[in-house]
């Protein structure tokens, strides 16, 4: 039996649920407060926010070379795109987002990337480098985004 999670008025399940392969079978174990933080965050764009990859079940978790106990298979992490924003807007504006600011956020190198939110219980930032690969903060994005 598939469990269903959260989901709201502009994130459905079928965006927030697992999109692994011979796995689940598509199970959304996505948490209220990820998806109001979402809402939040589209609600500071202006416009839709594109979900990458939400809930993971753990084969699909190994299966992508997440990292163990990934915020993405407790439900409370999202990979994202918000059309016409950079990178770093888009983590400027994750910013405004208390559940974001406070939890994690993980920002691609690529100017056409993506960035990672979850609402975690504490603070924690990194980069993803140009081939996709998790590395360590960059504090020059913080100066970005405060200019």
């Known amino acids: 039996m598939v469990r269903m999670g ?12 697992c999109h692994g392969t011979n796995c689940c079978g598509g199970q959304n174990e996505c948490v209220p407060a990820l998806v109001d933080a979402l809402e939040a965050l589209r609600a500071i ?5 594109a979900v990458d990859c939400a809930y993971r079940c753990p084969v699909h978790n190994k299966d ?5 106990n990934s915020e993405h298979t407790m439900g409370i992490a999202a990979d994202i795109k918000i059309e016409g924003m950079s990178p770093n807007a888009m983590y400027a ?20 990337g993506y960035i990672h939110v979850d609402c975690r219980p504490r603070l924690t930032r990194w980069t993803y ?6 590395a360590p903060w960059n504090p020059a ?4 985004v405060s200019a």
């Open 129 to 134: 480098d140009l081939s996709g690969k998790q």
């Open 93 to 112: 504006a994750a910013l405004k987002v208390p559940a974001f600011a406070d939890g994690g956020i993980g920002v691609s190198e690529s100017a056409t």
């Open 64 to 68: 992508v070379g997440g990292v163990p």
């Open 45 to 49: 764009a202006g416009v839709p926010i």
């Open 6 to 17: 959260a989901t709201s008025e502009h994130f459905s399940a079928a965006e927030l649920s």
């Open 141 to 144: 994005l913080d100066i970005v």
